[in-house]
């Protein structure tokens, strides 16, 4: 058993919450500090499914990398975000969630993503310092797909071969289309990130650039275990498991 405010203290030692980006919404979203937490379940997302689960396990806390909510201007059943918190406060679960914050923070998503990768010398990039780019031996795309593929458990993936070798790798778990030419500028041949839209695609083909979409779930996902473990070290006497029921919700036919 834990007092949650301690179980929060540990996570922000990882991830503190002042590298937050401007517009995220993180720390203690539901609950009391002065809780005691007996189990805890580990999740990309809080999500019914999710909050089910906890409740089955009789979980005290979730502790998930996407917010639950951003902009909450009531609790009620009226809407899907709200009626999760609902769901919470009625079963007596809190939750923690650590954002962007856990992104750019040394150990964080970028660092774990990177380093299951393979990516070695890697320092940030971008203009919040949130990717990652380092290198990786010499290959061929066909050979680095695979590879991708199989480290993050990706249902699929979405790409473009520019014709250019597999070296300097920079990776950006979650939403990073936007961020693409922050990679090239870094100096990289293959960026690995998700939610790529049509015309980025485009654009990498025709500036050189091997792009790889692998999935919001699969990149930021590889953080999940890092955040069950550093429980489980901190604080033994308290139960600590990865969800099961949360799993990359898109499908590939």
């Known amino acids: 058993m834990a ?11 990882l991830a503190p919450v002042e590298l937050k980006l401007g517009f995220d919404n993180v720390g203690l979203l539901v609950g009391s500090w002065e809780d005691e937490v007996r189990s805890v379940l580990c999740a990309l997302d809080i999500t019914e499914e999710v909050i089910g689960e906890a409740s089955a396990l009789g979980a005290d806390l979730i502790v998930s990398h996407h917010p639950m909510f951003f902009e909450l201007k009531n609790v009620t059943d009226s809407d899907v975000a709200s009626a999760r ?6 079963t007596g679960i809190s939750a923690i969630c650590m954002h ?10 970028n660092d774990t993503l990177s380093g299951l990768l393979g990516l070695e010398e890697t320092v940030p990039f971008g203009a919040e310092r949130c990717g990652r780019i380092g290198w990786v031996p010499e290959q061929t795309m066909a050979n680095f797909l695979p590879h991708v593929k199989g480290t993050l458990n990706a249902g699929g993936l979405r790409f473009v071969d520019a014709g250019r ?20 500028e870094a100096g990289a041949d293959t960026y690995v990130t998700a939610d790529v839209k049509h015309h980025q695609f485009i654009d990498a083909r025709e500036l050189g650039l091997n792009l790889i979409d692998a999935g919001h779930f699969s990149t930021e996902n590889v953080i999940v275990p890092v955040l069950a473990n550093l429980i489980a070290e901190r604080f033994p006497d308290v139960e600590v498991r990865i969800s099961r029921r949360h799993e990359q919700p898109e499908k590939f036919f």
């Open 3 to 13: 007092k949650l405010s301690c179980i929060y203290e540990e996570i922000a030692r």
């Open 85 to 90: 918190v609902l769901h919470l406060a009625r």
């Open 100 to 109: 962007t914050n856990l992104d750019i923070a040394p150990g964080g998503v």
């Open 165 to 184: 070798p597999v070296n300097h790798v920079a990776v950006l778990g979650g939403a990073g289309g936007n961020e693409m030419m922050e990679a090239l």
